[in-house]
């Protein structure tokens, strides 16, 4: 089983639709980030956080909120999907302990938005 | 500001060597990560450096300079499977990572 797991995998909204995107892991790490990515823009942070208490912003969290229910659990939500929202977003975690901290990916969610 | 680059695209032939260069400017490094990314796919890990110098795993190697704010990825015996893109990633603090865009490498026969 995948470590780190996104729902839904693929989705098509419309303008003006509240969607959520979720992701669960297995890892029992403390941290995790979303990001998106589009072409040529690579992946840009858009909330992460740090243990369930903790939500900070990223480069680019307008239009977008999210909400730790748990250790393992952290999810995005687009209150209002506009076009420009359509990307690749990615879940990722990551356990401070240890001689470094890589982030582990999740498979992704694409988004397109109508 | 903050700024990665790194070349778009690059090609290599099966069984050669290619190196993949990242340049930064960030407000804040504590370390680079190179990390693989197969088109669809999620990025996967490939290597950290935090102190200058040359870590070596396997086919793949990565080096790191601070003060020149330079880094490579150093690919040996290229295999087909290789064709990804690489995606270099400064470490800012407190573990945020500011990603450039990635070099999609092609290897061909």
């Known amino acids: 089983d995948a470590d780190v797991t996104q729902t839904p995998r693929n989705r098509i909204t419309k303008t003006g639709k509240r969607i959520m995107l979720e992701c669960s892991q297995t890892k029992g790490h403390d941290r995790m980030y979303w990001y998106r990515q589009d072409p040529g823009l690579g992946l840009r942070l858009i909330y992460y956080s740090f243990d369930v208490k903790d939500i900070n912003k990223g480069e680019i969290s307008d239009g977008y909120s999210v909400s730790r229910q748990a250790q393992a659990k952290f999810s995005l939500s687009l209150e209002s999907a506009i076009p420009n929202q359509t990307a690749l977003y990615f879940c990722a975690t990551s356990d401070p302990r240890g001689e470094k901290e890589t982030q582990y990916f999740g498979p992704g969610t694409r988004l397109l938005v109508l | 500001g903050q700024n990665i680059d790194q070349p778009t695209e690059m090609t290599a032939t099966e069984g050669a060597i290619v190196q993949i260069n990242c340049t930064y400017q960030t407000s804040g490094f504590n370390g680079l990560f190179w990390y693989q990314q197969h088109a669809g796919e999620a990025p996967t890990f490939l290597s950290y450096?935090?102190?200058?110098g040359l870590e070596e795993k396997g086919r793949f190697s990565s080096f790191l300079s601070r003060s020149k704010g330079y880094s490579y990825l150093l690919l040996k015996e290229l295999q087909m499977k290789d064709s990804a893109s690489y995606l270099c990633a400064c470490e800012t603090g407190a573990n945020n990572l500011f990603f450039g865009t990635g070099t999609r490498l092609t290897v061909i026969p």
């Open positions: 450096n935090v102190l200058d």
